[in-house]
């Protein structure tokens, strides 16, 4: 399912830089609704209001009822509810009910990982990180122990595994 959001921000108080509340609309393009969530700048959620989609009169004075309540938590009781009504409406025009997004392709981690190395770093970088990561990296924590070690044989798999990976550390001086 896609999603559009928007933030909205409301008009400070007098003598303040923050606005009176910041309101996120979301509209998923299955049912075509927009909903907003009102946020004060405390964290607090006073308020939600929910955008019918449609053309029918009932849906029309329905939104605009929640654009007049969305409006003044956002700029307090003179807020212009058009505003908000505008951006409901673009909202609203930009997708209505639509065809779902094709799939991305699952992704192989390993090998993101793997070629992700190999484009980084060189083959000898490699062959050094992995024999200094199996010789050198002992903690109290056997997660991290074991984290640490499954990286190590990565890297060393990469080489052509682990006498590969430490046959050209010694080529360096490593041990």
Not at 16 to 45: C, K
Not at 65 to 88: F, I, N, T
Not at 112 to 132: G, H, N, Y
Request: charged content about 20%; hydrophobic content about 40%; proline content about 7%.
């Amino acid at each position: 399912m896609r999603m559009t959001t928007i933030t909205l921000a409301g008009t400070p108080k007098p003598g303040e830089q923050l606005p009176r509340a910041f309101a996120t609309l979301h509209q998923n393009y299955v049912g075509g609704t927009v909903y907003a969530d009102v946020m004060l700048p405390s964290g607090a959620r006073p308020a939600s209001a929910v955008f019918q989609a449609g053309n029918t009169p009932g849906a029309e004075t329905q939104r605009w009822d929640a654009a007049v309540r969305l409006a003044e938590y956002l700029d307090g009781k003179d807020g212009d509810p058009k505003a908000c009504l505008q951006v409901v409406e673009t909202l609203l025009a930009m997708g209505g009910p639509g065809p779902e997004p094709e799939p991305e392709p699952a992704s192989d981690d390993g090998a993101d990982l793997a070629e992700a190395i190999t484009d980084s770093i060189s083959p000898e970088a490699a062959a050094i990180l992995a024999t200094r990561l199996k010789t050198i990296i002992r903690t109290d924590d056997e997660t991290i122990n074991s984290q640490c070690q499954w990286f190590a044989d990565k890297l060393a798999g990469l080489v052509g595994g682990w006498e590969s990976a430490t046959e050209t550390a010694k080529q360096y001086g490593i041990e």
